[in-house]
């Protein structure tokens, strides 16, 4: 059985230049980065060079960068971090309907705490209106978090119109870019936002490292209190390791060139579904504002799951869930209005630089063998 991953929005494999940057630091460098002596200048001095390479592909300063755990963490810093900080102006969150958990985790938790969360519609595609943000803020208001592109249809946000309109207002504006970071441009400047989340393994690095960009002045208060690590932002002694693979990471994400032949094949899959199924097929997400990688289907009448089940070794994600017995389509494709039974049928196809014309080929025909209608 040939294996096919196209899961990449998911998780990436670790990139072997990235492996290679990592590899010393598992046997040597082990001292504490903030230690004085011998011991930890190899692992200061790597920590530091890291943080460059984050904040060059943000276009970022060093000393804004904060190295986290992963995506999660950093979302949850921007939120409760940003909140706690600012507790004393106002008690008003404003967010999207398609953001991911770990942004609707923080958000329910500071609505226990007594803040209050405003969730701004999208339209068909999983795109908000920016108005809709502007008339979402009141006095009250201490932060917008608006996700870059969504994890399950791709969809981007116009989030340097919502910054524009944060900033008319001094409100500070968060973005998690977790799926957007090294598939398109995030320069932290053009986009205008004040933070912004890094989740390693989006980005070919390894698991349990993210960062969050802070813009200088913002205020944020640390979720974990300790020493002074990471500019009094969050503590714990820092991985070299780990930051070393993030750091080269996004040192080679700088590169976007190969998101164009990713996207020409992202592309060439969904022409020849589209030629195979005709109106059987649909394409969940914004046709254009998308990230290049991204491909959600529906094909009317089949439930994604079980489509997947039969798609043996093509490791791809559905877009419903199965609750007791029940399929229902993903938060996601609901606050999009798609109609549950497409919802249903919602699989996402997300490639990647390991990715084949041969294979993206070998998936559609297998598709087209698995869906062909009952002769
Ligand atoms: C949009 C988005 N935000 C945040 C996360 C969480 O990142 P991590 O897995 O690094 O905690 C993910 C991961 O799926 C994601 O897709």
């Keep these: 059985m ?5 899961d990449y929005n998911a998780s990436a494999p670790i990139d072997p230049a990235v492996a290679a940057a990592m590899r010393p630091f598992l046997e040597d460098h082990f001292g504490n980065p903030s230690s004085e002596h011998w011991a930890a200048a190899g692992a200061k001095a790597a920590l530091e060079e890291a943080r460059g390479q984050v904040a060059a592909l943000l276009g970022a300063n060093n000393d804004e960068i904060v190295f986290t755990s992963g995506g999660s963490e950093a979302n949850n810093l921007a939120l409760k971090g940003v ?5 004393a102006r106002g008690d008003h969150i404003i967010t999207s309907a398609v953001e991911h958990p770990a942004i609707i985790g923080p958000c329910r938790s500071l609505q226990q705490l007594g803040f209050a969360v405003s969730v701004v519609p999208v339209d068909r595609f999983g795109r908000i209106d920016p108005d809709d943000v502007r008339q979402a803020i009141t006095s ?4 917008i978090s608006i ?3 969504n994890n399950e249809v791709g969809t981007t946000q116009p989030i340097a119109e919502v910054a524009r309109i944060a900033r008319e207002r001094g409100i500070p504006l968060h973005t998690d870019a977790a799926q957007s970071v090294g598939k398109m441009a995030t320069d932290v400047n053009a986009l205008a936002v004040d933070l912004l989340t890094i989740a390693g393994h989006k980005v070919y ?3 349990g ?3 969050l960009y802070v813009r200088r002045a913002t205020p944020l208060e640390p979720l974990i209190h300790g020493a002074g690590h990471e500019g009094g932002r969050r503590a714990g002694t820092e991985s070299a390791l780990l930051a070393v693979g993030l750091g080269k990471a996004c040192e080679l994400a700088r590169d976007l060139a190969p998101m164009d032949g990713i996207c020409a094949l992202r592309d060439r899959f969904w022409q020849t579904l589209q030629a195979e199924f005709g109106e059987r097929v649909v394409c969940n997400g914004h ?3 998308r990230l290049p990688n991204t491909l959600n289907v529906s094909f009317a009448g089949h439930i ?3 489509v997947l089940a039969r798609l043996e070794g093509v490791a791809a994600s559905t877009g419903s869930a199965c609750h007791t017995g029940h399929v229902e389509p993903s938060p996601v494709l609901k606050a999009m209005g798609v109609a549950p039974e497409v919802g249903m049928g919602a699989i996402r196809f997300s490639l990647g630089r390991g990715t084949t014309e041969e294979e993206v080929d070998t998936v559609a025909d297998r598709l087209a063998h698995i869906l062909a209608p009952a002769a």
């Design 209 to 211: 490292i993210g960062a």
């Design 2 to 6: 040939q294996r096919i991953y196209l």
């Design 147 to 149: 996700m870059h592109a």
């Design 304 to 306: 994604g799951a079980e």
């Design 140 to 143: 009250r208001t201490i932060l």
């Design 205 to 207: 690095a390894p698991k």
């Design 83 to 87: 909140a706690s900080a600012l507790a």
């Design 287 to 289: 046709p254009d504002h």
